[in-house]
């Protein structure tokens, strides 16, 4: 990761929030389950010892990832955009499938704030690049492993 790290205000919210559980409530409980692995003997054998070690690389990768990435952000807060019905970083956008008229709603976010179960889509992602730049109303074509799909941009709403 390298470089200014673009977030929503929220998406900044959320990330210092897993980071303050990580440190005050995930790294000692796995500091205390390592510690109590110690004390049943033979570490070369032990399995929890080695499955605490594990999950204590994990944790403490993500804390260094969280870390470099809240103090390289710029927060851009999505509210004071007055980008009126044109799509940039931190818009909700409505898109209607003009082959299906499935009707689909993504906000575009930084790439550590995306989790397209909550339709946040990462500003990078294929179907954020097709969206940027355009207007509500335009018609997009995007790039699916099933074949290309064409969607209207029928809404473009910047909420905070």
Known sequence: MSGIVPLTHKGALRLREELDRLKSVERPKVIEAIAEARGHGDLKENAEYHAAREQ??????????????????????????????????????????????????????????SDIKQQLISVSSPIARAMIGKHEGDAITIQAPGGSREYEITAVRYLD
């Open 56 to 113: 204590q690389g994990f944790i403490e990768g993500r804390i260094q990832e969280l870390e470099y990435a809240l103090s390289h952000c710029q927060v851009i807060e999505v509210g004071k955009l007055k980008a009126g019905s044109k799509v940039v970083f931190g818009a909700t956008v409505e898109l209607v499938d003009l082959d299906s008229d499935v009707v689909v709603t993504y906000t575009i976010v930084g790439d550590l704030e």
